[in-house]
């Protein structure tokens, strides 16, 4: 069965949606999350105030939504570089990617992710389905099978573990107010995690 061809009103929507939701996002980003209204947003996309919420319910809704965007500029990030990486080297592209991506966003709005999840998430921030998680899952599947990590632990339970730590790490980051280099950090981290996995049991 074909799929329903979008029509002028749907377009319309779609627009006004991405419109609100671009502007909000980088609102957030150059003011903080809690330094901007979502009459501010409203205003700067050119709509009404109700029209925001018919969209979205508060302002979380936007961070949270940012992880779409991450895992989409994540398979980008990897399906650029991973042809001329190492399996291991593969493995590392996940953190490097978060580190990068962190910095870019900043201190603040870093917080908010953690923050909103708690409070207001979804369980895509840990779904395995989130390509964030099957890309690496299965770059330490090939780094079992060409014999340079060990293969008595599953994937699942090392990307589970690359992931936790990243996130520890990120956490870390923000504790500190940003005060060091994350990507040097979280890349040193996760090589000494990798020289563990190494190693014979």
Known sequence: ????????????????RDKIFSTAFRLITEKGFDNVTIEEIAKESGVAKGLFYHYFRSKDDIVIETYLIIDKS????????APHCTAVERILLTV???????????VDFVRQIYKSQLYAGTEFFISK???????????IRDAQSEGSIRSDISAEKIANLVLTCGRGMLYDWCLHDGDYDLEESM?????????GLQKAP
């Not at 994540?74 to 399906?79: D, I, L, T, V």
């Open 1 to 16: 069965m074909s799929k329903k061809k979008p029509t002028k009103r749907d377009l319309q929507a779609a627009e006004t």
């Open 74 to 81: 994540y398979s980008e990030f990897y399906q650029e570089r």
């Open 96 to 106: 490097i990617f978060q580190a990068r991506h962190a910095t870019k966003l900043g």
């Open 129 to 139: 389905e989130r390509p964030f998680y099957t890309i690496l899952r299965d770059a």
């Open 187 to 195: 890349t040193s981290q996760l090589n000494m995690i990798i020289q």
